[in-house]
């Protein structure tokens, strides 16, 4: 490290390339940029050039992509940059055991697990914006991070606003928290429209701008289904405190009612900038030029009950909450099988609800995982089991 870099904050951001990892990369700019931090390690898949623009832009130490064969590429990419380059999953838990005090987790889906699993354990702070990490592991996840010595800064909008409203010597007094879910593409759609709908038209979120996954995933709610799971283990409720609302205008992030009847809500626009900006810059509050909400303008809020019926996965996060053991990465495996077949077109967009329901049927009563391997094979064996089914 050079000696000008030594008052720098650290960062690595596992998924730089993806909306969060650019939205990362922006807050940071904007914070300071160079000047304020020295970035360890960035990390990537399928997207090289961008990979190495960011790595140059921000003198990485480190880029890494997680496709083995695209190795060569990176490199080439690199060259004469004086940024190391490595490759694939050792490349990954590379990057995260790279000394950094604050890592963004950032890749999509369970491959985030390993990764942010090595940050967690070497106790740098780990921003979480994967959310399966706690969907899958639960709270062998939670107690690595306080194994490791740092903390669990939530990204995800939903609880990165209960995060920034709950009050940690009141605890005891909270009574529910309340998730809001804009409702997605086909909030007003019949069953019969659902079932023709194709990948583009579910990924087309009304409000927020993300990555392809958990665009669909908002679409059919399974990304709510999977932030109940998570702010179980996060906020350490029980499931019949996580309620959940449809918000169309996405402007309320989430809130928390305590046992005094008052409800607190952290509002603001829809970008992930600001929560980004909070994992960040926590406990202090940085300055940010998003844009400011103008209750004038906005003129009314909208909330209506979700409808199960359409949206099956509320009762199936309920149920991997219920039942436990490893039933939340039973969920999360089958679901990620589900969604690539969805995305390829070889299953409907209802059906994927329905592969996971009879994933978690046929593994209903899987001991509850003792270790990280655990969770890995259950995972391994809810995508068999779904894959299976597709087939
Ligand atoms: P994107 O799809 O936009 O980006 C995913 C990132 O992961 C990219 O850097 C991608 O690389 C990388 N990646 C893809 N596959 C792999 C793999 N097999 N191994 C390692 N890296 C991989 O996703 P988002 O940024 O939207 O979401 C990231 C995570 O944050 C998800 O868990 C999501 O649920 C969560 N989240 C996202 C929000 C959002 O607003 N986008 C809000 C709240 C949570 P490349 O692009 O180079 O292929």
């Known amino acids: 490290m050079a000696s000008g870099d030594d008052f720098k904050r650290r960062l690595t951001i596992l998924g730089s390339t993806g909306s969060i ?30 990979l190495a623009e960011q790595a140059r832009r921000v003198g990485a130490e480190l880029a890494v992509t997680a496709d083995e064969h695209r190795y060569g590429e990176l490199r080439e990419a690199l060259s004469g940059s004086g940024i190391d380059v490595a490759a694939g999953r050792s490349g990954l838990i590379e990057a995260a055991e790279r000394d950094a005090g604050w890592v963004m987790a950032a890749i999509v ?24 990490c706690l969907v899958s592991a639960g709270s062998l996840f939670i107690e690595a991070v306080s194994a490791g010595g740092g903390r669990l800064l939530p990204v995800d909008s939903e609880h990165n606003a209960i995060f920034q409203v709950l009050e940690n010597d009141q605890r005891h007094a909270v009574e529910r928290i309340v998730l809001t879910a804009s409702g997605g593409p086909f909030r007003t759609s019949t069953l019969d ?13 009304p409000n927020w701008s993300m990555g392809l996954k958990i665009s669909i995933d908002s679409a059919s709610m399974f990304n709510k289904a999977l932030e109940m799971i998570e702010a179980r283990h996060l906020f350490r409720l029980k499931p019949d405190q996580i309620e959940v609302i449809v918000h169309p205008q996405s402007v309320i992030h989430s809130m928390v009612g305590y046992t005094d009847g008052s409800v607190l809500a952290q509002l603001g626009c829809p970008d992930m900038r600001t929560a980004i900006g909070y994992a960040l810059s926590y406990p202090e509050r940085c300055r940010l030029p998003v844009e400011r909400l103008d209750f004038a303008r906005l003129a009314r809020l909208d909330f209506e009950a979700p409808d ?39 299953v409907g967009f209802l059906a994927m609800a329905e592969i996971v329901e009879r994933v978690m049927d046929a593994l209903a009563g899987l001991p509850a995982a003792a270790n990280m391997d655990d969770v890995f094979a259950a995972d391994e064996k809810a995508r068999r089991a779904a894959a299976e089914m597709i087939r």
């Open 109 to 132: 889906g369970n491959a985030g697990l390993g990764p942010t699993l090595a940050a967690a354990r070497r106790g740098a702070d780990i921003a979480l914006a994967n959310k399966e």
């Open 21 to 50: 990892g650019t939205n990362t990369l922006d807050v940071v700019e904007r914070l300071g940029g160079r000047d304020r931090f020295a970035i360890a390690a960035l990390t990537g898949n399928g997207n090289i050039p961008l």
């Open 193 to 205: 429209e659902m079932r023709h709908v194709t990948a583009d038209t579910a990924r087309a979120h």
């Open 308 to 346: 199960e019926v359409r949206f099956p996965a509320l009762r199936l996060a309920r149920r991997a909450m219920e039942e436990g053991g490893v039933q939340g990465a039973v969920l999360n495996g089958a679901k990620e099988t589900a969604l690539e077949a969805f995305i390829k077109g070889r």
